[in-house]
């Protein structure tokens, strides 16, 4: 992709002197990223962007300034591409203000808020993704299982094996896509667990190992690199299963995998997993596990309100058993930790899901 | 330490049995952690509990229910010794639970935030950690460079080579002590640098390979295992040069490494660095490297506030070079972050930390 990334950054700046030398104003298309654009397509199972498009035009007063401030990043980013050097959005702050001097300075890019929207233009207009612009955005997320990968970065070639990521497991970086090949993968599924302590707990049983999976941990909400992880993982046929806390925060963690999110719909391709299924931990364990019933917690006002919302969204109503799950939630008020599955005994948690997922006992 | 723990616990255990055969009321002392017994230790530098102890006993109204408690966390740690797995304390608050029953539950351990000030009781009373009682804290920071570590961890042991951890690094657990054993530092310093972003920079750059160092981000301010990893790697004589913003929150990350914090001051032996040197972003700096005085930023009233506080603590203020820093702060009103240095080019930042711990150039 760095060298595909790199072509579409010259044939943008080879469009722009063309239009320059034809005395024309310099101009690039991108798709509206806002809301009256961002649909769920039924279809693909994801939120994406629609077709409005919009035109950036230099000769034009109100545009004339950001149109600068994008070519001006395109620019920076081509260099880094051409170095082999990657930075983050605060590095390629820096740059443009090192570059454009003093007196200029204030007025361009005072506030780095300000690049953010800039620079996904660039991955609308050229369908790339930042981290093929060798821009690292923040990464979060732990891996272990069944998998290897080879890691071309700095000028080295490293080995990851995830058998032999010891307590710490494998940091999921950034950009999982330039540099980063799976060369084998064995395992027969993905396990992606809400929270870091759990991943820990489960790593220590060897889960990965005894069930044959990637064990994977977003630690709460996940990166971009992380959905990206675990989309590779899907595109190899693996099937994705989602541990959560039954409460809002953790519904909201799993259907942003599953269907994307509005900020990042325009990349909803690469990044969501429509695929993905919800294992645990649901109010209807109860019947299945009697002691969870003493382990409960008094789901807060927000559980509530976010239970109601999701039971009338479009992409959930149609799930027979979310919303059945969603009633149970409602009807007792109550909410249960993934935690409250260590209760009888540490390794418990680990039967639980082997159990669920043998029997795929899942919501979809 | 997971046997020596588990004595302290058997010990403690015997104890409190032989009191109650004598019919006296079970008891056990612990220090005092209040602020009126925290004190700056001047000789070792850096915040420690004084003498002031108190005994905990169960024949007492007051005491009574905690000192349940107490015993209660003991003896769930001594179980998960005993049968060598590690949760976090949301794990240990379900495993309560689930032992005393549902009439008993809401009244014992409604609240976890309650457990966390007896479990600080019984690292204090026994001298351990909680982290030596298998359970699990936040963990965050990673690592890369040369070192090598054997790490026995699930029945398995696995070598964790720092030079071979590609785009990652190596994720710094919970606990570096128990099972974690360093098997070769060839490093000669420990660079500790705040954010994530610039620890891959340096780590795209082989800062820590060019260097022979160990190149760490406690990503932001610092968890115990981080602290604790490097108090391991300077105890083999390694000197630790911390690299973080210019201003408050930056001032904050290297004070605490340095001389620990009123929370942790019961650990401050394991995990504070009273040696360490830090080695920028200063205010000073732009006289050396003149392209910076384009890059400040205009300090937030908080970076003010906490400099005019700085410059009084007692254990700063003997510091000149530190309150020349803080002086200059204060003249000018501006800030500077160490994403800057990589204005002039991506690669600018290694050189300028390669110079300066060369020239040894440190505030202290």
Known sequence: M???????????????????????????????RSKG??????????????????VRTFLNIAQARKFMQTIAIANKCRKFLVEGAHTSIR???????????????????DEQTESNPLIEDLEVALSVKREDLNLNTDRKGV??????LRDKFGGEDTLIDGTKQGRSGWSIPSDVDNGLDFEEVK???????????MWQRLNEDRYWQKENCVLVTPKGQSSRGCRRFIRKLMDKGLPCYVFTDCDAWGWYI?????????????????????????????????????FLSKLTIRAKEIDVKRAEEMINYPWISKHKDWVAELKLVLKDKKKLEQDALQGPRLSFVSDYLKQKINEKRFLS
Chains 1, 2 share one sequence.
């Open 37 to 54: 654009n961002i649909i769920f397509d039924q279809g693909v199972g994801y939120l994406r962007l629609g077709n409005k498009k919009e």
């Open 187 to 197: 395992a027969k599924y993905v396990l992606v667990v809400e929270k870091d302590a």
């Open 254 to 290: 799993y259907w942003t995998l599953k269907t994307g999110s509005m900020n990042l719909a325009y990349l909803s391709k690469e990044l969501s997993l429509p695929e993905t299924k919800f294992v645990g931990v649901t109010m209807s364990d109860i019947k299945d596990y009697d």
């Open 91 to 109: 590095g390629l702050y820096y740059q443009l203000r090192f570059t454009l001097g003093e007196d200029i300075e204030e007025d361009l890019f």
């Open 143 to 148: 891996a272990a299982g069944q998998f290897k």
């Open 2 to 32: 760095g060298n595909q990334a790199l072509k579409k950054l010259d044939d943008l700046g080879g469009k722009l002197i063309g239009e320059i030398e034809k005395q024309t104003s310099p101009s690039f298309e991108t798709v509206v």
